[in-house]
Structures are given as structure tokens and as C-alpha cells.
């Protein structure tokens, strides 16, 4: 989908999860966070542009997202390249 729109720039992003939403409460319940909790909030990836993501979806693998998210940008730079 992301292809069939004429977009000149895009950002693919890991949400994260912080103590006190209700993500993160969502998150805890359904044991979604792959870290401990007590180190959660002093990871060093923890940053908007983090490697991976802080807690996995339902039926998709960390991998499959990172993947995904590295497809998306090596699209945009070979569009930006086209465009030189």
C-alpha cells in the first residue's frame, strides 16, 4: 500500500509502551513486554528510532516487524535516489 501512494517521505516507528498509558497496561496484562519490567525504562533503545520493538503483537514476530520496517525504508531510498 505504501508504494501505490505518491508520498515523498514516510516514517515507519516501534510504538512504546510507557509506564502509566494504557498501552503499557495493556501490554502487562497480556505479558507482551519482552524485557523486565524493572529495566524497561532504562533500555537504551527505549528513543523514538529504536532498533526493535519493546513488546511483541499477537501473531507477529519482532523479526517480521524489523523486516518490514528496513523494506520501507530501503523503498524510500531508492525512490529518493531515482529522483536525483
Given at each position: 500500500?505504501?508504494?501505490?501512494?505518491?508520498l515523498d517521505d514516510f516514517g515507519?516507528?516501534?510504538?512504546?509502551?510507557?509506564?502509566?498509558?494504557?498501552l503499557f497496561d495493556y501490554c502487562v496484562q497480556h505479558k507482551l513486554i519482552?524485557?523486565?519490567?524493572?529495566?524497561?525504562?532504562t533500555m537504551?533503545?527505549?528513543?523514538l528510532g529504536a532498533v526493535a520493538p519493546h513488546f511483541k503483537p499477537y501473531k507477529l514476530?519482532?523479526?517480521d516487524l524489523v523486516s518490514f520496517q528496513k523494506k520501507c525504508y530501503t523503498?524510500?531510498?531508492?525512490?529518493?535516489n531515482e529522483r536525483k
Open positions: 500500500m505504501i508504494t501505490e501512494l505518491p515507519i516507528f516501534f510504538a512504546t509502551p510507557y509506564k502509566g498509558t494504557k519482552s524485557s523486565k519490567i524493572e529495566t524497561y525504562m537504551d533503545d527505549l528513543q514476530a519482532k523479526n523503498y524510500l531510498e531508492r525512490k529518493r
